[in-house]
């Protein structure tokens, strides 16, 4: 659960929360910011600002607890649970437990719009039709193109951007889509 989250769904400002729990309004900025984390934060302050989100101090630590992994190592992750799987099974699996919108509300947001992508890949690949729940997303995208680690380093060696150039034109258009440049995710070792 994040706490930003948490305050738009009571509708409450941080001004607020800060003045409901007597934690300082300098104190909940640093942590709504990310600047002070709520894993770091004393029991005491944990316990004012669940009492006054009406959360369980579990509830409110839980996502700050989790340690988000290397993007890279997300996508090999994804791509292997789609060989491991099968395409049929991957798809209801992310769509029955929600995977996408659960990384998107932690602010994960290349991790939840590769998934995004993966749907909509593996359904155009197998006839089906697209998930409607996702529309509101389908239209963001990366500030930046993100490109494989493996073209970054193709670069560095041969001193040439044609690696990325290359791999641009080759990307599949459904991760292209969020910015996201991704030509293979069957041969993943």
């Not at 292997?80 to 919108?101: R, S």
């Amino acid at each position: 659960m994040n706490i930003n989250t948490v305050l738009e769904q009571k509708n409450m400002t941080k001004y607020k929360l800060a003045k409901r729990s007597g934690v300082p309004h300098t104190t909940v900025l640093d942590i709504c910011s990310g600047k002070t984390k709520l894993s770091k934060c004393n029991a005491e302050t944990l316990y004012k600002l669940a009492k006054a989100l009406d959360v369980s101090m579990e509830d409110l630590i839980a996502t700050s607890m989790i340690k988000r992994p290397e993007f890279e190592n997300f996508k090999s992750t994804v791509c292997h649970m789609v060989n491991d799987m099968g395409d049929i099974d991957f798809l209801l699996h992310v769509l029955e437990n929600d995977e996408i919108q659960k990384l998107y509300d932690k602010q994960w947001y290349p991790e939840s719009l590769y998934l995004l992508a993966m749907v909509d890949y593996l359904s155009r690949e197998n006839g089906f039709s697209l998930c409607t729940d996702f529309n509101d997303l389908r239209s963001a995208r990366m500030s930046d193109l993100v490109y494989p680690v493996g073209i970054h380093t193709r670069c560095i060696v041969s001193d040439s951007i044609q690696p990325m150039k290359d791999s641009l034109k080759n990307a599949i258009p459904e991760f292209l889509r969020h910015n996201i440049v991704e030509s293979e995710i069957r041969n993943v070792c």
